[in-house]
């Protein structure tokens, strides 16, 4: 059984394994998805490692998807901000609305996490909310 083969059926515990699996071909947004479920199921220091290596570049999008998403959850969880998320292709020159729907586009001006808006990525403000994050214990003021 190869690597690939061995990835299947196991969720990504860091953002560099959800961007090498997706290099390797697997969808990027289910992977995010898995890789989060396992995030806020972590103890403290599982939450560090899994965005402690900088993942190597997928796309643009998603290279500064993935920096925002380490900058958001360092943020909301306490934990110290890897320096990898201030590279220079973590953010992106032109604006990128999720969803792809005009009408959408003041709402997500206004809810998009600060991590995300620095790079000018705008999503709802629940864009990385997973039914497990509801089980697993945040910090007080959240």
Known sequence: MDAVEAQIGSRPATLHEVAERARAGQPFDP???EFLDEFYLADSAGKVAAIAEGPNNIALVHDAYLGAVAEHLARRYDLA??????????????????????DL???LLVE???????RQIFVSANALSRPRERTAAAPEGS
Do not use: N, T
């Open 31 to 33: 992977l995010l998805r």
């Open 105 to 107: 586009k003041a709402i």
């Open 112 to 118: 998009s996490p600060l991590a995300f808006r620095r």
């Open 81 to 102: 901000i890897p320096d990898w998320v201030d590279q220079p292709h973590r953010f992106l020159v032109e604006p990128f609305f999720a969803g792809g729907l005009e």
